[in-house]
């Protein structure tokens, strides 16, 4: 009877974390606290408008040259091109929007945010789409979450960094994806409609494919919260005991 209850207790601690890894958003600077519709969403946003974790404002937001949500200026070595740029846009969406990202949510201790997305798998077409859109613009860094000038407010290149053409800083469609953003994304021989990647961007009219991609990586990482499993573990020989 009392391996029966150890059993159960179990398999609802297993449940309850791996459902704790759907339907969240991010704990960031500008994301809301729990997904909900949004009907407004603006432009390359709107596919999340049926749950979303970005406000209006914030989608609105996402599609200025330099907007108020990280003072980023796209233009940092001249003027990028709007095929890049839609690119960033589908990327800042994406990463503003999307509740389907709790598998990758890891905890960081950082002023404008407390957790952050890490090695969400990207698929292949998405990557190398964003690549080679973005291959002949320039940029100084390879990493663009550090070592910016922010002394004038927005990020400007830093002393002793020359611009460079996209495809000679990042050498691969993998190598890009998985350094600009400081590991935010991997790189995965994986297609779209796989179920096994994330789209950055799908049509709107369509049934949203990340849910079924988030659920699978959910149910491989889904594990009982370690404190909550810990102490179970713990009181377990008790129970065992007390029942005799």
Same mark, same amino acid.
């Given at each position: 009877?009392?391996?029966?209850?150890?059993?159960?207790?179990?398999?609802?601690?297993?449940?309850?974390?791996?459902?704790?890894?759907?339907?969240?958003?991010?704990?960031?600077?500008?994301?809301?606290?729990?997904?909900?519709?949004?009907?407004?969403?603006?432009?390359?946003?709107?596919?999340?408008?049926?749950?979303?974790?970005?406000?209006?404002?914030?989608?609105?937001?996402?599609?200025?040259?330099?907007?108020?949500?990280?003072?980023?200026?796209?233009?940092?070595?001249?003027?990028?091109?709007?095929?890049?740029?839609?690119?960033?846009?589908?990327?800042?969406?994406?990463?503003?929007?999307?509740?389907?990202?709790?598998?990758?949510?890891?905890?960081?201790?950082?002023?404008?945010?407390?957790?952050?997305?890490?090695?969400?798998?990207?698929?292949?077409?998405?990557?190398?789409?964003?690549?080679?859109?973005?291959?002949?613009?320039?940029?100084?860094?390879?990493?663009?979450?550090?070592?910016?000038?922010?002394?004038?407010?927005? *990020?400007?290149? /830093?002393?002793? =960094?020359?611009? !460079?053409?996209?495809? $000679?800083?990042?050498? &691969? +469609?993998?190598?890009?994806?998985?350094?600009?953003?400081?590991?935010?994304?991997?790189?995965?021989?994986?297609?779209?409609?796989?179920?096994?990647?994330?789209?950055?961007?799908?049509?709107?009219? *369509?049934?949203? /494919?990340?849910? =079924?991609?988030? !659920?699978?990586?959910? $149910?491989?990482?889904? &594990? +009982?919260?370690?404190?909550?499993?810990?102490?179970?573990?713990?009181?377990?020989?008790?129970?065992?005991?007390?029942?005799?």
């Amino acid at each position: 009877m009392l391996r029966c209850i150890i059993l159960l207790i179990t398999a609802s601690l297993l449940s309850a974390a791996k459902e704790s890894l759907m339907d969240i958003c991010i704990d960031g600077k500008h994301h809301k606290t729990e997904p909900g519709p949004e009907d407004d969403l603006h432009g390359n946003c709107t596919p999340w408008k049926q749950k979303a974790c970005c406000s209006v404002n914030t989608s609105e937001a996402a599609h200025q040259d330099q907007s108020y949500l990280y003072n980023f200026n796209w233009d940092h070595c001249g003027i990028m091109s709007e095929d890049c740029k839609q690119h960033f846009i589908y990327d800042t969406c994406f990463y503003e929007c999307s509740p389907n990202l709790g598998p990758w949510i890891v905890k960081v201790d950082q002023s404008w945010r407390k957790e952050r997305i890490q090695d969400v798998p990207l698929c292949k077409e998405d990557c190398e789409g964003w690549y080679n859109a973005c291959a002949n613009d320039y940029t100084c860094m390879d990493n663009w979450h550090l070592g910016w000038d922010w002394s004038a407010g927005v *990020n400007r290149c /830093p002393m002793g =960094k020359q611009c !460079q053409k996209i495809r $000679d800083v990042f050498t &691969s +469609a993998k190598d890009f994806c998985e350094k600009v953003w400081s590991k935010s994304y991997q790189f995965t021989e994986y297609g779209r409609g796989s179920g096994r990647c994330m789209q950055i961007t799908f049509e709107n009219d *369509n049934v949203e /494919p990340n849910v =079924k991609v988030a !659920q699978y990586y959910a $149910d491989l990482k889904g &594990s +009982a919260p370690k404190t909550l499993l810990g102490s179970f573990i713990f009181l377990a020989p008790f129970f065992t005991l007390w029942a005799l």
